[in-house]
Nanobody, 126 residues
Framework: QVHLVESGGGSVQAGGSLRLSCVAS????????MAWFRQAPGKDREGVAG????????LYADSVRGRFTISQDDAERTVYLQMNTLEPNDTAMYYC???????????????????WGQGTQVTVSS
């Protein structure tokens, strides 16, 4: 079992920055990849950024590429999401996800992950 806890959400004005953190606990040695997803009210949960542990492979959604950066601490099984130049459309609940099975190249596909955090809210005002 893996337990994920997100932090770092908040309210910012457009153009601002936030850094999200996700700490994994439990059977963390089984984690092969982690990712950030987000879900805005009335919309589906979408993948934002994912990273494959040990291979340093990352993948970003087109909507955030160049503005968001995912990074990881392999030893601590922690992932971060640095979000710059935030836009009102980035407003959503952000979720951390982890996969303990083999990760394919689908790092921001929802069905690639079997563990989820409770989420942290990000609100961007114009």
């Amino acid at each position: 079992q893996v337990h994920l806890v997100e932090s770092g959400g908040g309210s910012v004005q457009a153009g601002g920055s936030l850094r999200l953190s996700c700490v994994a606990s439990g059977d963390t040695s089984d984690i092969n990849c982690m990712a950030w997803f987000r879900q805005a009210p009335g919309k589906d949960r979408e993948g934002v950024a994912g990273v494959s542990f040990g291979r340093d492979i990352t993948l970003y959604a087109d909507s955030v590429r160049g503005r968001f950066t995912i990074s990881q601490d392999d030893a601590e099984r922690t992932v971060y999401l640095q979000m710059n130049t935030l836009e009102p459309n980035d407003t959503a609940m952000y979720y951390c996800a982890a996969a303990t099975h083999r990760c394919s190249g689908r790092l921001i596909a929802r069905d690639s992950y079997n563990y989820w955090g409770q989420g942290t809210q990000v609100t961007v005002s114009s």
